[in-house]
T-cell receptor, first 112, second 114 residues
Framework: GENVEQHPSTLSVQEGDSAVIKCTYS??????FPWYKQELGKGPQLIID?????GEKKDQRIAVTLNKTAKHFSLHITETQPEDSAVYFC???????????FGQGTILTVHP | NAGVMQNPRHLVRRRGQEARLRCSPM?????VYWYRQLPEEGLKFMVY????????ESGMPKERFSAEFPKEGPSILRIQQVVRGDSAAYFC????????????FGPGTRLTVT
């Protein structure tokens, strides 16, 4: 089955700096890669996704890149703010519908 | 437009009791997924259902766990004869019946087995 590895496990930045989270996946059939933000005591919130026919996607301060050859994908957050502090999960999906495989999560802390 | 609803938010059961977790998908969504999250870990897929059908239960433990999504009413995840290792947060997600594949999660049910 699919295996998703996520790094780093914790990330601490100053407000205004950029944050980068990297993931790798194992199953070449995976073709859908959403990212989720989870705040304490809440469910994961979909923040951005990318599909295998696209190499990069941007939404305001958030961007994702995908390298299908290397099976790498990354999340970039620019101009970080304290409210960006949360746990971020990368995920991979491989069929038209169906399960997502989650990475282990990155605890992002943005210091004012 | 209400999001995915789950109840109860917190559930305490003694070993050997049954736990029933409910999930109402977003309006217009016909696909439901259940995931389990152990403390300080990522979410693990359990089961994927459409109305009256189990599509993929590859992540469900073979014993004590069952799920349904009836024609009317919420999806139910049932855990019989709970053990302490079942203590976790259980999340439900739903997605629309189109090709977007976007899954939207509920707030979760935190199960504690004493």
């Amino acid at each position: 089955g699919e295996n998703v590895e996520q790094h780093p496990s914790t990330l601490s930045v100053q407000e205004g700096d950029s944050a980068v989270i990297k993931c790798t996946y194992s199953d070449s059939a995976s073709n859908y890669f959403p990212w989720y933000k989870q705040e304490l005591g809440k469910g994961p919130q979909l923040i951005i996704d990318i599909r295998s026919n696209v190499g990069e996607k941007k939404d305001q301060r958030i961007a994702v890149t995908l390298n299908k050859t290397a099976k790498h994908f990354s999340l970039h957050i620019t101009e970080t703010q304290p409210e960006d502090s949360a746990v971020y999960f990368c995920t991979a999906g491989g069929t038209s519908y169906g399960k997502l495989t989650f990475g282990q999560g990155t605890i992002l802390t943005v210091h004012p | 437009n209400a999001g995915v609803m789950q109840n109860p938010r917190h559930l305490v059961r003694r070993r050997g009791q049954e736990a029933r977790l409910r999930c109402s998908p977003m309006k217009g969504h016909s696909h439901v997924y259940w995931y389990r999250q152990l403390p300080e870990e990522g979410l693990k897929f359990m089961v994927y259902l459409q109305k009256e059908n189990i599509i993929d239960e590859s992540g469900m433990p073979k014993e004590r766990f069952s799920a349904e999504f009836p024609k009317e009413g919420p999806s139910i995840l049932r855990i019989q004869q709970v053990v302490r290792g079942d203590s976790a947060a259980y999340f439900c997600a739903s997605s629309p019946a189109d090709t977007s594949r976007e899954q939207y999660f509920g707030p979760g049910t935190r199960l504690t087995v004493t």
